[in-house]
């Protein structure tokens, strides 16, 4: 069965500081994995997007890793801001099938950055 | 470019009576999503559309939501009845394609069922 774990489920931490998020998943076979962050009351907005052959991406403070062999990935938050409160989704992609893509969305990490 | 568009923001109703979402997808995307997501959870695709045919709508609870989307513009997911289990946000999301490609999010309709 096609599943993505998120951990943790939340995560507190203090202005200025860094964290990592991660994700496992079991989608086969594999297209690409995203990073969604989703601030409340928000729709999900697109940070990363890596591919098989990718292991690392960046988007600002954020850097995305991806180890296809274990099938893990993590999100890292370098100094954190209180803007970075939110929720972040792990979202992977199979690959087409009957000309569709199937997304599978992991349950998200809620961040809360505190002063 | 403009987003997502989705409306109403927030409704309130009680259960057993309908309600109805509107959407309106970023110009030029062919393929346009309805998700449910409820509290701590990720999204679950409802249905997509491509253009306005269906593509899939295996997790459409086709008892009570329904969903077109006429002129392969604008699209609307309706729930008639509403259950308290459908008290969620409906998000809708667009794209170019179906080829795994970005997914655009509206901000989601939040549903209250009384």
């Known amino acids: 069965k096609n599943q993505v774990e998120q951990s943790p489920q939340s995560l507190i931490i203090l202005e200025g500081k860094n964290c990592t998020l991660q994700c496992n998943y079991t989608v086969s076979p594999f297209s690409n994995l995203r990073w969604y962050k989703q601030d409340t009351g928000r729709g999900p907005v697109s940070l990363t997007i890596m591919t098989f052959s990718e292991n690392t991406k960046s988007n600002g403070r954020y850097t995305a890793t991806l180890d296809a062999d274990t099938k893990q990935s993590s999100l890292h938050i370098t100094a954190s801001q209180l803007s970075d409160s939110a929720s972040y989704i792990c979202v992977v992609s199979a690959l087409p099938r009957e000309g569709n893509t199937p997304l599978v969305f992991g349950k998200g990490t809620r961040l809360s950055v505190i002063a | 470019e403009a987003g997502v568009a989705q409306s109403p923001r927030y409704k309130i109703i009680e259960k057993r009576q309908s309600v109805a979402f509107w959407c309106n997808p970023i110009s030029g995307h062919a393929t346009l999503y309805w998700y449910q997501q409820i509290l701590g959870q990720g999204p679950k695709l409802l249905i997509q559309f491509q253009n306005n045919g269906v593509v899939d709508d295996s997790q459409l609870p086709k008892d009570r939501f329904s969903a077109e989307r006429l002129k392969g513009v604008d699209s609307t997911l309706k729930i008639q009845p509403a259950k308290l289990e459908d008290s969620a946000v409906y998000l809708c999301?667009?794209?170019w394609g179906t080829g795994g490609g970005e997914q655009y999010f509206g901000p989601g309709t939040r549903l209250t069922v009384t």
């Open positions: 999301a667009s794209s």
